[in-house]
């Protein structure tokens, strides 16, 4: 063999033996999130999109507009070409039926918020992911965001002292077309299910485990089955509380999606919506500050605050398929699992259950 064509065959092997081979990535169900995830893999140096599932008629634009296969079914999909992996975006009632197919073919599932829409169908998800050894991901973003990863460094880092309470706003106003879907105005469909969840995950990942639930929910504007309205109370096992209030009928700027700027379909309003108190100190964010004292704390002296630049994540969900790449690679473990999804869904229930009877439902 010539001096040079060795050399360029070394060459060419070194370059593309390590060249990192995309994971291909199909999306089941694009609805609103859907489409997200759709833009997220398309922006993503470690996925790319293997093909979509939709049975709508706007599935075939969509399959046209981004260049790839469509199929009207999981069976179909699994029958002739399965992906490496796959984004679950279906309505919550469908989520187990679609995401045990993928599991039980051992292709690795993000599947997106709730986990399902009853704690049962939830155990079953996790159960075939465990039998089938096959990664199972929640879509709870927000924990890929640089501020909420800052503020629990500094939790842990005892900067506020014990956490004693916080308090969550997640106040916004949800335009009328909205509802053409009728799964968003039956039970589970509303701002408790779709928006209150995520809130849900983030404050116990930030604060621990929960003790107690106590709700109160309200469907007293729109009339519809769903409620609009909700307040709800949470005793954590560290002795800290949480007031969570929410609402889709209110003109406000103080909600996580108007504020965090992670999504460039809601404009930014360089709010807070989240508010975290503890015995040395207080942090809001995700306009995020530091509130103390420099001397003695007391209310007669004056309380100071810091601003602490973080670079603000507007793309967590990007970050999220970075980070169900690697998994499904097998170079990271799954940072939301589907315990954390089953927990998260057994205190929506036990909210359910509190707004009913008004009593006190402990979590097991």
């Not at 039970?187 to 639930?213: R, S, T």
């Not at 100071?304 to 990007?318: A, D, F, P, R, Y």
């Not at 473990?333 to 909210?351: E, Q, R, Y």
Request: proline share 4%.
């Amino acid at each position: 063999m010539h001096q040079t064509e060795l050399y360029y065959r070394c060459w060419y092997h070194l370059r593309y033996r390590f060249v990192p081979k995309k994971v291909k990535i199909s999306v089941i169900g694009i609805g609103l999130m859907g489409l997200q995830h759709i833009k997220a893999i398309q922006r993503s140096k470690n996925a790319s999109l293997h093909s979509i599932v939709e049975i709508k008629k706007t599935g075939n634009e969509l399959a046209k507009k981004f260049k790839v296969p469509l199929y009207k079914n999981t069976k179909i999909l699994l029958e002739s070409d399965k992906p490496d992996a796959v984004v679950v975006a279906t309505p919550n009632v469908l989520h187990e039926t679609d995401t045990v197919q993928f599991l039980n073919s051992k292709i690795p599932v993000l599947l997106e918020k709730p986990i399902s829409d009853n704690i049962k169908s939830a155990k079953k998800i996790i159960s075939s992911a465990n039998k089938n050894k096959t990664s199972l991901l929640i879509g709870y973003h927000r924990r890929h965001n640089s501020i909420v990863n800052k503020v629990k460094k500094i939790i842990e880092g005892k900067k506020l002292g014990k956490i004693v309470s916080a308090n969550i706003l997640c106040w916004l106003y949800k335009h009328k077309n909205y509802f053409n879907e009728k799964w968003r105005i039956s039970d589970g469909g509303g701002p408790l299910g779709i928006n209150l969840v995520h809130d849900i995950d983030m404050i116990c990942y930030l604060l621990g485990p929960v003790k107690y639930v106590q709700a109160f929910k309200s469907n007293s504007i729109r009339k519809y089955k769903v409620e609009d309205t909700a307040s709800v109370n949470l005793f954590f096992k560290s002795g800290a509380l949480c007031t969570l209030n929410i609402s889709d009928t209110i003109a406000s700027p103080w909600s996580y999606e108007l504020t965090a700027g992670e999504n460039p379909a809601y404009p930014i309003t360089d709010q807070s919506s989240y508010f975290i108190g503890g015995t040395k100190g207080s942090v809001q964010f995700p306009n995020l500050k530091y509130w103390y004292y420099q001397k003695e704390r007391s209310w007669w002296n004056r309380i100071h605050n810091n601003k602490i630049n973080v670079q603000k994540s507007n793309e967590t969900l990007i970050n999220q398929i970075d980070h169900f790449s690697k998994v499904v690679i097998k170079k990271e473990k799954p940072k939301v699992t589907g315990n954390d999804g089953l927990n998260s869904l057994i205190i929506f229930d036990a909210i359910n259950k509190s707004s009913k009877s008004g009593k006190k439902i402990k979590i097991n």
